[in-house]
């Protein structure tokens, strides 16, 4: 069973905005109300993929209970921890006439030290069942910086694999716990070199130096541009075509959840990265954020060109 990890869950809102334009008034169509924050994305996603992840996360207030009732209407299952203060809301803007994405959102809220406790003891419960653990997105406020990097060496100690998708300083003590997989973009790779990356060569000898840090692989996602698998012993490049983007809001989650379902059912690594792309792809030529269909990625994964570098 895959176990999922959404400490700072939101309730997603994405609104279609041609030409947005600051201090200025906009008319739009309803919002798309999505349950989301990263690790409640990949869940949707890999339900999709025919998987049934179990959820778990801090969820309060009526916008908790409203995230907990979708995810029962999804059909998915999920054991979460009970917080005082209200669960955030993020909103999306999306201007498909000059190609912009426009994200507010919300700080995360505070979490007691006794909901602290009663989380990382659910967590510990999920040992017992767990062949895989993705913990994804930023932490709520008076958790500790390495609180990912706790829950990856307990997963490790179990010698369950445990991959993270955050960005920061949570990123950079987490990958002081060895994770089995690290997901960054361009830009969360580049603040955790803390130099300008120009060239794919810069990239790579800064996930080469991940990855001798005691990190198994890192999966560099490159929106258009495919995303780059490096390992100690190897590197692939995936080379993709040009897709119509309709909204790429959660794309590195489908991402995620297409190499979790991918390392689940064994498949070789290059077919791990191919899947990967395409989980990515087809939920950028969706509407909903973290949702996408099958037959689109029957199609992309013909199209995806895995390439190995030396
Ligand atoms: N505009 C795009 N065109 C083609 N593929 C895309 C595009 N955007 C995303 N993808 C696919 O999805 C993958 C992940 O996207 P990206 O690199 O943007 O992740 P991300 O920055 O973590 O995204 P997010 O934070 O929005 O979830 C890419 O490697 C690619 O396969
Ligand atoms: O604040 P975080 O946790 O880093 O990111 C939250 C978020 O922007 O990421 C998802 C898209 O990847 C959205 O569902 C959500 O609103």
Known sequence: MIVTVTLNPAIDISYRVNNFKINKGHRVENGNKTAGGKGLNVSRVLKQLGEHPHCLGFLGGSNGKW????????????????????????LAFI???????????????TVSEEEKEEFLE???????????????GSLPSWLDSSFYKDMSKL?????????LDTSGEPLKLGIEGNPFLIK?????????????????????????????????????????????LVRKDVILKANIPSIPVVNPVGSGDSMI?????????NLVLEECLRMACACGMANAMEEKTGFVQSQMIKQLLKEINITSID
């Open 184 to 228: 960054p973009n361009q830009e969360e790779l580049t603040q955790f070199a803390g130099k300008e990356l120009k060239t794919m060569e810069d990239m790579v000898e800064v996930a080469i130096r991940i990855c001798n840090q005691g990190v198994q692989n890192v999966l560099l996602s490159l929106g258009e541009g495919g995303a780059i």
């Open 67 to 90: 995230i907990k009732r979708q995810l029962e209407i999804e059909g998915l299952e999920g054991s979460f921890t009970q917080i005082k203060e209200e669960t955030r809301t993020c």
């Open 122 to 136: 659910t967590y510990q419960q999920q040992f017992k069942k767990a062949t895989l653990i993705i913990a994804s």
């Open 257 to 265: 959840a297409g190499m979790a379902y991918s390392i689940n059912n």
């Open 155 to 163: 997963a490790k100690e179990q010698n369950i694999p445990f991959i």
């Open 95 to 109: 201007d498909e006439e000059n190609s912009t994405q426009t994200e507010l959102m919300e700080k995360c809220p």
